[in-house]
């Protein structure tokens, strides 16, 4: 982001004594902000969203449609927005910094999610206030099972730092890892340990250099039947690149749901991306095999 860059350039001080502390993480914020700067020279892609999506996503999931979970996250969602609010903070569009908290389309697609794959391994980049976070996390608790990843570079400014996370609570933290640092840095190692994964969510750096590089890290060990959300897919190319490359999956774009317009958006609303990765291919071993012949015949 050009805000971001300039961010960074304003404060000398920060960025010298983030360097200092965090040599390899402040060099890696350097480098993906200048990389963003680059790509935002270049055309952008033009997104289309289904209105269709929640049904789209139950059916892909093999449950019925309406839904009777998303009556709970409506329940609750009222109830976050409330919490932060009460802590000074306006819920929305730019909220934290130049970002933009979870919204509730993007948010009740994970809802959904969680709450019908009963996942035991999720992973989220980029927290924020964490209004994403909080809803995971009530949803595993809900299940009855599973653990989320966080991983989150918090800003140069203690007076946002301090903010990160805020909308969690305390009484869901038993099945939450904070991990600070980019993830270009933390999410292979992250990865690496899990060995398998149910559920990735993408909300950090929103470059396609980025997305691609957490997607394209996370798909291998993502099970058959498991999915990606991607928040702001409109502003890069990454979600386009990524599921015209990589086969074995269905995929969706969806509008979001601010609480207030966002005006740096066309349609002043913004868009998600969702992939469901195909199940495995069930093989039936009391049939026989049947193999094709090499030979070709020709007229």
Not at 235 to 264: K, Y
Request: glycine residues 8%.
């Amino acid at each position: 982001m050009l805000a971001a860059l300039r961010s960074v350039l304003r404060k000398p001080v920060l960025v010298a004594s983030d360097l200092a502390a965090h040599p390899l993480e402040a060099w890696t914020r350097i480098q993906d902000t200048l990389a963003d700067r680059r790509e935002r020279r270049g055309p952008q892609y033009r997104y289309s969203a289904e209105d269709n999506w929640e049904h789209w996503l139950h059916d892909r999931l093999g449950v019925e449609w309406p839904c009777k979970l998303t009556e709970e996250f409506w329940s609750l969602w009222p109830k976050v927005i409330k919490d932060v609010e009460a802590k000074g903070i306006r819920p929305g569009p730019e909220s934290f910094k130049y970002w933009n908290d979870g919204d509730a389309g993007f948010v009740r697609s994970i809802w959904c999610l969680i709450r019908h794959l009963t996942p035991d391994k999720v992973i989220e980049t980029g927290v924020g206030h964490g209004f994403t976070s909080r809803l995971i996390l009530e949803a595993l608790e809900r299940n009855g099972r599973g653990h989320l990843w966080s991983i989150d570079l918090p800003p140069l400014e203690r007076v946002w730092q301090n903010q990160v996370g805020i909308a969690v609570g305390e009484h869901l933290t038993d099945r939450w890892s904070f991990i600070k640092g980019s993830s270009r840095l933390q999410l292979p190692r992250l990865l690496s340990q899990l060995g398998q994964l149910d559920l990735f969510i993408h909300d950090s750096l929103h470059s396609e250099r980025n997305v691609r590089f957490e997607l394209d890290r996370a798909w291998p060990i993502l099970r058959g039947g498991g999915a990606f959300v991607v928040d702001d897919v409109d502003v890069n190319w990454g979600f386009r690149s990524f599921t015209e490359r990589v086969p074995g999956h269905r995929s969706i774009i969806c509008q979001a749901e601010p609480l207030h317009p966002d005006l740096r958006r066309p349609d002043k609303k913004g868009m998600f991306g969702i992939v469901v990765k195909d199940p495995p291919v069930e093989v039936d071993l009391q049939q026989p095999t049947t193999f094709a012949s090499n030979n070709v015949a020709h007229s």
